[in-house]
């Protein structure tokens, strides 16, 4: 079946430092989506990208859908300490595709 | 407020018990998803309803069974025959090819 690879599976950062993230997968995905899961609770959805080569913000976070349909990234710019949690990528494969492929998530942890 | 909802938060079960987790949506999605979380291995998905009265089942539906009588309405029964069922459960719906949105969560614990 489809696959995401999702790196680094953590990382420790300072406050204030950027952050970058990616996602590769072994096939093509129409939609990539970027999710946020706080300790307990469900994810929320950051971005979503529907287009090749699209380049999307949402405050301190960009995210990208590549080319090659078949890697995005994520980027968070000046961390905060709220920004703790685990990143997770998520992509549909195609029209007539109800189903998601999720990466196994990137925790992040912010050094105040 | 629109939004999705799960309901126990917290669950406990002893062995041997049926058990169902709730999930509800007013976001009138059609398709609603059942997944399963646990440390380190992402999300796998259990179940998943395309429409009413219609399902399907994912990558790991051994031990569990789900209905879909209403739209907004697509609860998920852990039954015995889960030999782990210790897990965070979450619910999520949403449109063909679109984005999912995924509700708060039931943390169920097998004691």
């Known amino acids: 079946g489809q696959q995401l690879n999702q790196s680094p599976q953590s990382m420790f950062i300072q406050e204030g430092e950027d952050v970058s993230m990616n996602c590769t997968s072994s096939s093509i995905f129409n939609t990539w989506l970027w999710y946020k899961q706080d300790p307990g609770e469900g994810p929320v959805l950051l971005i979503a990208?529907?287009?090749?080569?699209e380049l999307t913000s949402n405050g301190r976070l960009t995210a990208q859908f590549g080319i090659t349909r078949k890697d995005s990234f994520l980027n968070i710019s000046a961390s905060i300490p709220s920004d703790v949690g685990i990143y997770f990528c998520a992509g549909h494969s195609g029209a007539g595709s109800y189903q998601l492929t999720f990466g196994k998530g990137t925790k992040l942890s912010v050094i105040p | 407020d629109g939004g999705i909802t799960q309901s126990p938060k917290y669950l406990f079960r002893k062995e041997g018990q049926n058990v169902t987790l709730s999930c509800e949506q007013n976001l009138n999605h059609d398709a609603m998803y059942w997944y399963r979380q646990d440390p380190g291995q992402g999300l796998r998905l259990i179940y998943y309803?395309?429409?009413?009265?219609?399902?399907q089942k994912g990558d790991i539906a051994e031990g569990y069974s789900v209905s879909r009588e209403k739209k907004e309405s697509f609860p998920l029964t852990v039954t015995s025959a889960q030999k782990n069922p210790t897990a965070f459960y979450l619910c999520a719906c949403g449109s063909l090819g679109d984005t999912q949105y995924f509700g708060p969560g039931t943390r169920l614990t097998v004691l």
């Open positions: 309803s395309q429409i009413v009265n219609d399902f």
């Open positions: 990208l529907y287009k090749a080569g």
